[in-house]
C-alpha cells in the first residue's frame, strides 16, 4: 500500500519549483521594467536639452553640453559615454563655427559611434548604450 504523503511531496515540490520560476521571472521582469524606465528618463532629459537650446548653430554646443550631462547622468559606467561625449562636443564646435553641417555631424557620430561597437565586439566588451543622435 502506498504512503498518502508521497503525492503530497510532489505537490510540494512541484508547488516550490513554480514559485521559484515565477520569482525568477518577476525579478527579470522588474529589472527589464527599470531599465525601460532609465531609458525614458534619459530620452526625455535629452528632449528637453534640444528643446531649450534649438537647433541654432550659435547654441549648439551648449545643447551638446546639456545632452552630455544627461548621458554622463544615466550611463556614467558605459565606455560608449566617455567617446561619445568628447565626439558630441567636437562635432557640435565644427558645426557652430561652420566647418560642418548638422547632416554631416549626425553622419560622423554615427559612424565612429558604430565603428567603437565593432571594436567592443571583436574585443568580446560589453556592448554600450545607444544615445541619441543630433537632432
Known sequence: ??????????????LLLS?????????Q???????EAIQ????QAAAACRKSFGVSRAQITEREQCINAVTE????NSPRTQLSTALRLELAEKVRDGKSTFAKANADLVREM???????YQTRAPMPQPQPPFS
Open 114 to 120: 558604430v565603428d567603437a561597437q565593432r571594436r567592443q
Open 1 to 14: 500500500m502506498t504512503s498518502p504523503t508521497f503525492p503530497l511531496r510532489h505537490a510540494c515540490a512541484l
Open 19 to 27: 514559485l521559484s520560476i515565477l520569482a525568477g521571472c518577476a525579478a
Open 29 to 35: 521582469q522588474t529589472a527589464s521594467t527599470q531599465a
Open 40 to 43: 525614458l528618463e534619459a530620452n
Open 73 to 76: 547622468r544615466f550611463y556614467p
